[in-house]
């Protein structure tokens, strides 16, 4: 048997209700915020990515699912919302003066990074993301914020801690980096061998290793916020004030970098307890250079992405049950003379034809397996339709939950 790539998960019928409850609660809080589904393609052309994610971020450097089309394009299968999400704002003119600042838009996608497979951590997982394109004001960043706050509150996750950072603009962190590279060259023989590399490319992306060496060895790092313009520590310190006043709860913690190169200024996590190494349920930040990078006009834009999977750990992990969908209504059943089928194919469309949820017998089952059958499938109620039911106009209906039963008029019922 052909078993499903290692890191692909396959969501049953019996767990897909959890899925839509979310995904459907998530699409409303955005509306509340003014923000706006975009959809985009699942591949984009490789350079989109490596341009704007950054070449020394894991996902550039080992993570894409990159191969050549059949024309002979490098196509990379999204490891992310934003790069694609940007890429179709400035294709299709969104900020490009015609439509009101910021464009604020949401997605919810599948996407696809070659990992290390553990839990929480998947081949194809969901992101759900929101972005606010065209605003330079820390107002937008605290509202994004508070948006992603508020889906825990939604949920009614609890544990769920909120650190922010500031790793200042372009000029700003080339002091910075500066300071790392003589720190970390200090520590060169105690780093692992991509940390080598990182040292060289972006020593930043050295305080996000997940190995303990390297953890280590960072806790002693000079902080980014000792290093900030007083632009950047204005913009960050306007933010703590705004979400103060908001009554959003956050700890700055000053060693958060993010594993994306294109961040600027505010980054920032959401992080549940008792969901283990993968806590990190929800990250973003701003990132006022991307749509530069990527050829477009200078836009202050940020965003957020949160895991679905972790999402839903989380909920699991903190007992918050999510409601069962509402099951089907009605099992219509009949013998097996020509007319008896025929009477219940007629009330099984009249029910479907109003919008009610009808089962009925696609299987030639006996009258006893017919009810076996309804009974497992969960219906609530019963019935079947025989030669007494055609000639009378009445069924009995049974209350499968209560096992009552009940005459019916059949013309009541459709
Ligand atoms: P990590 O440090 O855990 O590798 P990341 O920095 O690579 O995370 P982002 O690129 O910021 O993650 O993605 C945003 C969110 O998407 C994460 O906080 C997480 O909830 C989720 N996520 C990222 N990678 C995976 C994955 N491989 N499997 C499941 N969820 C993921
Ligand atoms: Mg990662």
């Not at 990992?115 to 937008?140: C, D, I, M, T």
């Not at 956050?250 to 959401?270: A, H, M, S």
């Not at 003379?337 to 009925?360: F, M, N, T, Y």
Request: proline content about 4%; charged content about 25%.
């Amino acid at each position: 048997m052909i078993q499903r790539p290692k890191g692909t998960e396959d969501i049953l019928p019996a767990d897909v209700y959890k899925w839509q409850y979310i995904e459907k609660a998530l699409a409303e809080l955005a509306a509340v915020y003014g923000f706006n589904e975009m959809r985009f393609p699942v591949f984009e052309y490789t350079e989109l990515f490596a341009r704007s994610v950054g070449e020394s971020s894991d996902i550039v450097g080992k993570e894409m699912y990159t191969f050549n089309d059949r024309g002979g394009r490098s196509i990379t299968l999204r490891p992310e919302g934003t790069a694609g999400a940007v890429r179709a704002a400035l294709q299709n003119g969104l900020t490009a003066g015609n439509f009101p600042l910021p464009q604020k838009i949401w997605y919810n996608i599948t996407a696809y990074r070659y990992e290390n497979v553990q839990k929480g951590r998947l081949r194809e997982f969901h992101q759900f993301g929101a972005e606010s394109f065209g605003s330079a004001s820390p107002y937008a960043d605290a509202e994004l914020i508070s948006f992603a706050a508020e889906i825990f509150g939604r949920f009614g996750l609890e544990q769920i801690a909120l650190e922010i950072n500031s790793i200042g603009c372009k000029e700003c962190r080339k002091a910075y980096t500066a300071a790392l590279r003589e720190y970390f060259g200090k520590h060169i023989d105690t780093l692992c061998n991509t940390c080598k590399t990182r040292l060289e490319i972006n020593p930043m992306r050295i305080l996000d290793c997940k190995s303990p060496v390297c953890k280590e060895v960072a806790e002693g790092a000079p902080v980014i916020l000792d290093f900030v313009c007083d632009d950047c520590r204005e913009h960050f310190e306007k933010l703590k004030q705004i979400l103060d006043s908001s009554g959003v709860k956050y700890t700055v913690n000053p060693r958060i970098v993010r594993g994306l190169d294109y961040y600027t200024k505010t980054v920032f996590e959401f992080i549940a307890s008792g969901v283990g190494t993968q806590g990190t349920v929800l990250a973003g930040g701003r990132y006022d250079g991307l749509f530069e990078e990527i050829g477009g006009k200078p836009t202050p834009a940020l965003g957020f992405a949160m895991g679905l999977e972790r999402l839903l750990m989380a909920m699991g992990e903190q007992g918050k049950e999510i409601p069962a969908s509402q099951g089907i209504e009605y099992y219509i059943g009949s013998g097996s003379a020509p007319d008896e089928k025929q009477k219940a194919l007629e009330i099984v469309a009249a029910l479907r034809g109003k919008g009610i949820s009808v089962l009925s017998d696609v299987s030639d089952r006996s009258i006893k397996a017919q009810m076996k059958y309804a009974d497992k499938t969960g219906v609530k109620f019963a019935c079947i339709i025989g030669g007494n039911e055609i000639e009378t106009g009445k069924i009995r209906l049974k209350d499968m939950t209560t096992g009552e039963e009940k005459i019916v008029d059949i013309k009541e019922l459709v």
